[in-house]
Each structure stands twice: as C-alpha cells, then as structure tokens.
C-alpha cells in the first residue's frame, strides 16, 4: 500500500508533487499521521462519490469537548459542521438561503468599502496577509451578519483565538463569543443574514439560533488564506496579472483556478466508516478515518486537461477545494465573491512582491504566515 509520510519535510514543502505521485501509485492510499494515520482518495470521481457515501461520517472533534467552559455554555458548541443526518439537513436548509450565489452578489457592493479602506490604510511595505487578507473576511462577515462597529474588534479577537488552536484560550473565550452571538441575535435587524435567519426562527431553537451565529461568523475567516495564496501564485505571472487587467470578467472563472491549483484546503474534514467498507479494493474497518487529498484530485488528468498547467480561462468549477455534497462549504460563494473583489481591486495598484512569501510547514493547509509586498505611489 503506497503511504505518503506527512512529517516528510519534502511532502510539506511540495504537496502538489506528492499527491500527484500517490494519485498514480492508486485510488486509496495511506496517510501516515502521529496520532491519527487515516485512508485517503487521491482521484476525483471517486471523492464526490465517497463526499455523498452515507456510510462515511464526519465526528469532528467537538467544541464541546473544550475544557474550563461553564456548563450553561455546553448547549451552544455542537455546530453544524459537527453534525450529519437529519439534524445537520434540517439546519442546513434553514440556513441555505442566505449564502445562495446571488445574495453573495448582492452583498458585493458592501464588501468594496471594506477593501478600500484596508488597501488606503497601508503602508508602502506592508504584509498583506496580516494587513489585508486576515482582516478582511472578518470584517465582512460582521457586515454580513451585522455585529455593530463597537464590537467588531472583540469578534476579531476570538477569530484569532479560534485559528490559534489554543485550547485553553479558547475556553476561556467561549462565554464572550456566546454572550456576543446572543446579543446580536436580540438586537433582531430587520435586513441581512441575520434577518434571514430569524425568519426562520420559527423551525430553529434559540439555542441552535445562536450556535450556528457565532459558527457563521467565526468560520467567515476562510477567504483569507485564498487570497493571501492568490496574490502570491499571481504576481509572479505577468502574462497571467496583464490577462486578468485587461478583462476583469475573467475573475470568477480565474478564483475556481485559484482554487484548483493553490486553494488553502489540502485534505477534507475525514469521514468516520459507519461499517466495515470495501473502497475501492482496499478494506477500510468500521470507525477507521478516511479523506479525499484535494490536492491530488485537483489536478487530476481524467478530469482536468493538462492539469499542472495554470490557466486563467480554464473554467475549474468542478474543483473540490470547497468539498462536494451535504457538507459542501456554505459560505462558498461569498468567498468566492470576496477573494474577487479584493484581487480586483489590488490589480489596479502599482504592487510587487518584496521577498519570498513565508509558507506555514502544516501537512493539512496550504497558507502563508507571511506576505510581504511593496506599494508604488
């Protein structure tokens, strides 16, 4: 059984290449990981069909099983994403009208002031991770949302909290990011996400209300590492920058390439094997782990012609950097939305990368820690 190691310094510094490898060597491979060695699918019709295979579900780790959070906040951490079957459907469908492709749309003219006034507070050397591509999804989900200005800062807060992975603090925020969601559900606004939502209140608990609030605006932090990968796959393609300035209708079709050839997401969430299961010939044991390697069904040749080429008309759609089926990502096309608006709008500046962008050595993410880029005048 072919096994791609994931402490390998040559796999965490070169993905690509290592799940291209593993996808040859077959369907299923082994990933070796401390702690939690897991099944993996390497080829892109296979992952769809497994994505919808009900015998496979998730069992996230849950915030639940934080430690030092007071018991009367322990009914608000079981979210969505943790969830599969009826409940994770119903609240799904309640929550589905609000992040449909044209209320993303929509909400474009709200995201572009947002953008703007980041890029004219930098500074001519500014590290557009830290400065842009961090803050901005949480700054537009909070308009989304409707958290008031006075209390956009402690959500950013508890955002950086959250993608620390620091346990201890992340108990002690939970009781503020709780109070928070409850407060912004009481203010009751009669526009927006939440107005949709409440809407719905009829078939949703309050607790439940609230839970899948603080989940939306916690988990809005996505397009960050997309756009801070974006602009540094891009700006080192000058035929592609003058293609996408000159016709900025490419855009949408250009951020599903994105996606496809340097999207953030290297393996899904894994699915846990409800029963002993024959995948495609290899016997994976009921409660074995099991996820897809997006970043060998990405750039899979029976699906995408030339796939370790880049190109910006190439139409990627079928991309799973998203997922695919009942937990495909919800808010995907507002991330789609804001990683178009803010590369439109950092492709009318005079800006150059200054140095090598600075990539975090994790075997399940492709991001950056460090962008750093110069302003012209």
Not at 58 to 66: H, K, T, V
Not at 97 to 121: H, N, Y
Not at 138 to 146: K, Q, R
Not at 253 to 260: I, K, N, P, S
Request: aromatic share 6%; proline share 8%; charged share 25%.
């Amino acid at each position: 059984m072919y096994e791609v190691d994931l402490t390998d310094p040559a796999v965490i510094a070169d993905p690509f290449t290592a799940y291209s490898r593993a996808r040859d060597a077959g369907p299923v491979v082994r990933l070796s990981i401390p702690g939690m060695p897991m099944w993996a699918l390497t080829r892109h019709d296979d992952a769809r069909a497994f994505l919808t295979d009900p015998r496979f579900a998730i069992r996230a780790a849950s915030f639940a099983g934080i430690p030092g959070v007071p018991d009367e906040y322990q009914p608000y951490l079981r979210t969505m994403s943790e969830m599969d079957g009826p409940d994770h459907l119903r609240l799904r469908r309640l929550a589905a009208p609000a992040f449909t492709a044209r209320r993303a749309q929509d909400f474009r003219a709200s995201i572009e002031p947002v953008v703007d006034k980041l890029l004219a507070g930098l500074p001519p050397e500014p590290d557009l991770l830290r400065d842009v591509a961090k803050p901005l999804p949480m700054l537009v989900i909070c308009e989304l949302v409707g958290i008031p200005e006075a209390d956009r800062g402690d959500w950013v807060e508890w955002g950086a909290i959250i993608a620390s992975g620091d346990v201890r603090r992340l108990g002690e925020a939970i009781p503020g990011i709780v109070e928070g969601a409850k407060s912004v559900v009481a203010a009751r606004p009669d526009t927006g996400l939440l107005a949709d939502l409440i809407r719905a209140e009829d078939r949703m608990t309050d607790t439940e209300l609230v839970t899948l609030v603080w989940h939306i605006v916690l988990a809005g932090q996505t397009p960050a590492n997309l756009i801070a990968n974006a602009v540094a796959e891009l700006w080192t393609r000058p035929a592609d920058l003058a293609e996408l300035r000159a016709d900025r209708s490419l855009l949408p079709g250009a951020v599903d390439e994105l996606m496809r050839w340097c999207g953030p997401q290297l393996l899904t969430v894994p699915r846990f094997a409800a029963e002993d299961v024959d995948l495609h010939g290899v016997v994976v044991e009921a409660g074995e782990p099991v996820t897809v390697a997006i970043a060998a069904t990405n750039r899979d040749p029976e699906v995408f012609a030339d796939p370790d080429r880049f190109d910006v008309r190439r139409g990627a759609a079928t991309q799973l950097g998203f997922g695919h089926g009942p937990h495909f990502c919800l808010g995907a096309a507002h991330a789609r939305v804001q990683t178009e608006v803010a590369l439109a709008a950092l492709l009318g500046r005079d800006l150059v990368l200054a140095g090598e962008p600075v990539r975090a050595p994790d075997p399940g993410t492709w991001r950056l820690t460090e962008l750093a880029v110069r302003l012209g005048v």
